[in-house]
């Protein structure tokens, strides 16, 4: 393989430099971490999945004309996107109450919220991530009061589509994160959805059991994530076809 130059490393990604100008190559690992990467693992297949799901999101997003910074998927584990100024917040919208929420506001999980909520995370691993008020976020300079309005817009389409599109499948669309990133044409700015949608960043629970079918599953050690991942990508359509299929020996009697 030609060499690349590599521009960040994140911990379940990484992104090279483009073919042209103004676009990335995004590489997903199948590094696993939780708790602010104190527990970390490595899943066979899961940068496969993700690679897989997150196209399928994305696309749909840019088919509905919720743009994206998504061009289209190279191969098993790499994807061409636009390059973006990736905004310092994690964008986080919750319909069911569960994790980080339901621990700092004593809601039980699994209750439904009475509309769906908008919290913003900043984006610093050395404090973990802390939660933070619109006013922090414009007298900071993160963000301003457009770029909000545009964030929560952003926000409330992908919190459509997607319980939309889980829901078809038997999945409930408890909460997820988003990153949102800024897309320059000339002096032009607009906001787009960045970064992954996948697993990794949803919470997805199964309508009838309540099967947990995302990272839960890896932070509280309750089964097999890869085989989770792969639930949603079946019930979804979209299995990555496994270029050398696995056969196993035959017994023969
Ligand atoms: N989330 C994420 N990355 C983070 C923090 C949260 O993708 O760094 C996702 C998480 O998977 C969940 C949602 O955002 O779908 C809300 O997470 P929460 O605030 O409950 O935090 P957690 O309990 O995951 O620490």
Known sequence: MARRTKVYEGKAKILY??????????????DATAFNAEKRDVIDGKGVLNNFLSE????GLN??????HFIRRLNMREQLIRSVEIIP?????????????????????GTALPRPI????????ALGDPLVTED???????????????????????????????LAVGIRLIDFKIEIGRQFDGDM??????????????????VKTGQ??????????????????????????????????????????
């Open 17 to 30: 430099e483009g073919p042209e100008p103004g676009t990335l190559v995004q590489y997903f690992k199948d």
């Open 56 to 59: 399928f999101v994305m696309n």
């Open 63 to 68: 088919q509905m004309g919720v743009p994206t």
């Open 89 to 109: 917040l994690e964008v986080v919208v919750r319909n069911i109450a569960a994790g980080s929420m339901s621990k700092r506001l004593g809601i039980e999980e």
């Open 118 to 125: 908008i919290e913003f995370y900043y984006k610093d691993d």
């Open 136 to 166: 922090q976020i414009l007298a900071f300079n993160w963000a301003s009061h457009q770029d909000l309005d545009d964030m929560v817009a952003l926000a409330v389409r992908v919190n459509d589509f997607l319980s939309g599109v889980m």
């Open 189 to 206: 700015q607009r906001l787009v959805v960045a970064d992954e949608i996948s697993p990794d960043s949803c919470r997805l629970w199964d």
């Open 212 to 253: 947990k079918l995302d990272k839960d599953v890896f932070r509280r050690d309750l089964g097999d994530l890869a085989d989770a991942y792969s639930e949603v990508a079946r019930r979804l359509g979209v299995m990555p076809k496994s270029p050398t299929p696995i056969t196993r020996p035959k017994l023969m009697n």
